[in-house]
């Protein structure tokens, strides 16, 4: 069929109006669409492959088969433009706007409190809209599983969930019942003060304010687009791009027709696996064939024997198809379905199981496919038609490794899928472990199908696939042969064992590394397998009795645990802070829980971040060239391919830095050598971003390798190889306690590094004024002074004509400190060399490449004690991987020493501390500096001591801990009362003595599942240990209206500083909040501030923006004595006629820090916070998952500010922490090439990691005189607390170990991955699997720490 020159008109609707679209083109994504083409910046990019639903819209098609509209939310990132013709799409613009009427979703999430940078607040949104436009009143299952594939890296979920579930039907939680209090809530269940009190709070927000659903209320489906679809357009339509040319066929026929004619052209169905390898793995097709409108693809039919699937359904729409086959028909006949439910459940996240079609996913056969080892397994048939006629062909091993035989002939097509029922006497299991429960791609799945011999034991056909153990999805073909004919006892089992892994060999040096986890994995499946088939046959055994039966093998009860798989629960628990003094007045907002300035603003998308900025006259784009050798010298740079691009403009090198080109150690752009893969070479400047791209790819850069290449801090210390002089702090006599000892421990503690993984990617956008050389700079920074400073060196212009404007923040976490000035210094050499306005939007891959993140700690403890757990002398000695530069790794190397001693008094220590110089990007800030990473060998040792003790760790925790008014090791002091309030409340509220009996009563009931606990206390030093960086300003002006604009040094990353500071500014000048406002953080207002960090910024600028209120209100005392009856606005009029200064700068000269590292001494902190959480879990010992049952956190806040902004930065920062400790792993190639750059590989938490009850306090009744009424920063604080989850689960595991006998001591090693569980759960299974010699193989990955 011919295919016209000239393009089709693209139809489609967004928010109720009509898009035509003349010049598609098939490369355009609706994210992209939607941000540059109508500006509708409500939709956000993230991580651009489907993986975190910050792009997350609504799309409604009429259904040709119900005729019904159908809503599904999808990732706009992965959807091409052409694939919207004839739909209708909803963005969180078209839900509500703050100028219109606020949809109820968006009014309850921000007043939820379930905003705090905001970033993925649209995609939360538009995740939850969708859902309630599909069921208006859903359970909270359902809305758990509608945000599974939304990452938040603020709030730590819990108020998004609350937001939700004040749309659900009927409420498992506790608050839900209708009475607004819980079993958890006052009084009952709990003897703790916090229990007891009156004045404590259990709700942050009011429910009975929200406004109602009206369904009626939302857009309708257009009634164009209705009469479209019920006469659909037969003819064919092209869209020509400037590249490819995507054809959407209107009739079978026809599409047939053209895929004889292309054969090489792929079907484009939910993009999911084309787009992604589109997009990072350079795959290029020029013509895409879409079936988008071939109804023939979508049809389902039932049958007697099975179910026939069309290839084009979505897998959101087959799960459906499943789980109602498996309603209707009787147990027997639907095991393949209930399997293959299974998987779907956890398969990626909503909207890619709305995308992603049945045929795409199985033709795209990829290693880690969750259904096809199933499908296999089930004696699926592939119904392929082409123009020649229809064939089947099975779904056999063969299709899957690819083999030109048993596969697709390149005209043909997937039509639809056949799977039959299962029959008595079958069974079929499904099993997957991934890094985390839901939307992670798993390390092992499998599918297992036995069919016995009627009545009888005996195999008679057997079929076993795995997935994630080689290229392709693999089958045990012989060793099920070999099994056929046996009986299903353990014999049997062993013998499969041995088999399987010898048939599914994984080489040492395998692809995905984790091998000999996946080999464990692989027999540990079939374990369980062989458990539940043994159960399943008991129980058809029992009513049927079969001649020459015979005595099946029985499962203690003990090992029944081996069977269940984790159920996802939806999370519940309560927040507890002290209410204000009944005296304080209404209208005075400090320690209420008002919801975030922007809460409202970020849930409709009208927040504007960097990157929403509207594209500026002229404006160029920019894109970074990156080494790709760890350390080598750079021979030449070819730029001659990438400039004959066109609308490439320039290529910035370091030749054209007019000033600075950073420091002598620290290159802005490199010059004739590169440090690390990810150091910034060059820059390339384009009319569109798409282009600055493509030219990178056509940079030649030729090196020669140097020597010595250092990863990793074993090879450092090595080498010498180190970044500044060693730390140390020590007190007593540390070799004259270790004499006196009972025993002695010494250990070893690694803990990897951490992705800031910040929402919003680094970003900037360069505006050179004409005038003056002058710039103007937004950027999204924690840090505007040090862009500024950078940009000012770099480009040798002073200062003050160089302005930087931070609106808001999509996050920070100590990752936009110190790099935004090397992207804003790099953009502005751009600007000035063009002459244009430069933006810089960096990609996930890249920002995660480039930028560094936490340091991976090594660290080594000697310590000696009692018998009775008394610590004497304790020696630690840290090693942290800097990366190859020094940006903050001195300083986090003396915050960690300065820190290390956490809530524990020991007479005797030696605290020394290193930061190694290796040839990985620079680590630098991170949420806790050193803390989170330090205190886990502190508390590692204190784990280990009790061990050797034959104490509970709590004991030692306890005996060791500080007691009264004391001294640190660097002789600060300090009172600890409110840190022992802190332990014995969480001790309290948790119930933890009934708990930890509970626990082993568990463990000695279970052998293949073991609970752990386990209470952490913390002590938490907030601040900068120097003066100086502890001041802050604050400009207040009051306008003739009286309405009144505060500014301050402070930035807004999601903290809620800006609301903060109204609060402050609302109470001293004694007006309503709704007076104030605060419209950015600017250098030209107020300058030479201070990085937002170290958990001080509300602090200190709280402390400015007061001053400013009280000198204002000062100069406005006469006239309001005068009238004291008048108006804020009488005032404020009479103030102008008497020409009294409306304007004043408030100023705080910052809290004394010092630190004498000469001496070892100091008071290097303004004061502590003080914390305790107490978390249980469950594992899974033959799978290493692990569920977390309950966490119960107790922190001193003192008089928060806002209790609601408080609990949720202790809730954010200890999912972050738990992150940090459980499955955030960042995975480095041999040769120094991260491989962690994206959501796939990289997991940040989701709504489904946190803790099944998950209960904050604050700690009431604490005070501290010196900061600004009383309240306390947490903005860090918390993130250690996630580490007790990390000793929960080593708490399981060393149970585990203990019944079964293992002597030795693990080495802790975080995070405490599923890995890492199931192997230190060693066992039978563990021992069985090939071990490989380190030295024979290059392993596909490396330990940097
Ligand atoms: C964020 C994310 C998370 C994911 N998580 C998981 C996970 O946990 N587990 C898992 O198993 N998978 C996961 N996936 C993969 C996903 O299941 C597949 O990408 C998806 O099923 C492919 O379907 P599609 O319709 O999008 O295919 P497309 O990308 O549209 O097409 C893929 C290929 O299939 C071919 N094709 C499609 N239909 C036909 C047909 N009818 N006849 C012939 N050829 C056809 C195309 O030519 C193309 O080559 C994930 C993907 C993403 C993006
Ligand atoms: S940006 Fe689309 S899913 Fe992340
Ligand atoms: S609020 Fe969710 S990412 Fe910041």
Redesign the pocket.
Known sequence: MPCPSRSDELVFFVNGRKVIERNADPEVTLLSFLRKNLRLTGTKYACG???CGACTVMVSKRDPTSQEIRHFSVTAC?VPICSLYGAAVTTVEGVGSIKTRLHPVQERIAKSHGTQCGFCTPGMVMSMYTLLRNHPQPSEEQLLEALAGNLCRCTGYRPILASGKTFCLESNGCQQKGTGKCCLDLGENDSSSLGRKSDICTELFVKEEFQPLDPTQELIFPPELLRMAEDPEKRTLTFHGERVTWISPGTFKDLLELKAKHPEA???????????AMRSKGHFHPILLS?ARISE?NVVSKTNDGLTIG??CS?AHVKDILAERVSELPEEKTQTYRALLKHLK????QQ?RN???L???I??R?S????NPILAVGNTTLNLTSEEGTRRIPLSEHFLAGLASAD?KPEE???SVYIPHSQKWEFVSAFRQ?QCQH????DVNAGMRVLFKEGTDIIEDLSITYGGVGAATVSAHKSCQQLLGRQWDELMLDEACRRLLDEVSLPGWAPGGRVEFKRTLVVSFFFKFYLQVLQELKKLIKPFPVPNSRHYPEISDRFLSALEDFPGTVPQGVQRYQSVDSHQPLQDPVGRPVMHLSGLKHATGEAEFCDDIPMVDKELHMALVTSTRAYAKIISIDLSKALEIPGVVDVITAKDIPGTNGTEDDKLLAVDEVLCVGQIICAVVAETDVQAKRAIEKIKITYEELEPIIFTIEDAIKHNSFLCPEKKLEQGNIEEAFEKVDQIVEGEVHVGGQEHFYMETQRVLVIPKTEDKELDIYVSTQDPAHVQKTVSSTLHIPINRITCHVKRVGGGFGGKIGRPAVFGAIAAVGALKTGHPIRLVLDREDDMLITGGRHPLFGKYKVGFMNNGRIKALDIECFINGGCTLDDSELVTEFLILKLENAYKIRNLRFRGRACLTNLPSNTAFRGFGFPQGTLVTESCITAVAAKCGLPPEKIREKNMYQTVDKTIYKQAFNPESLIRCWNECLDTSSFHNRRMQVEEFNKKNYWKKRGIAVIPMKFSVGFAATSYHQAAALVHIYTDGSVLVTHGGNELGQGIHTKMLQVASRELKIPMSYLHICETSTATVPNTIATAASIGADTNGRAVQNACQILLKRLEPIIKKNPEGTWEEWIEAAFEQRISLSATGYFRGYKAFMDWEKGEGDPFPYYVYGAACSEVEIDCLTGAHKKIRTDIVMDACCSLNPAIDIGQIEGAFIQGMGLYTTEELKYSPEGVLYSRG??EYKIPTISDVPEEFNVSLLPSSQTPLTIYSSKGLGESGMFLGSSVFFAITDAVAAARKERDIAEDFTVKSPATPEWVRMACADRFTEMIPRDDPKTFKPWSITVA
């Open positions: 492959r489907g993986g992965l792929p079907l484009i169905l939910g993009n999911t696996s084309l787009g992604p079936p693809l290839a084009g897998l956890s398969l990626a996240g890619i995308m992603a079609s045929g795409g996913h033709i795209s990829h880690y496919s969750d259904l697709l097509i997937l039509e991934a939307n992670a791609l798993p959501p796939d």
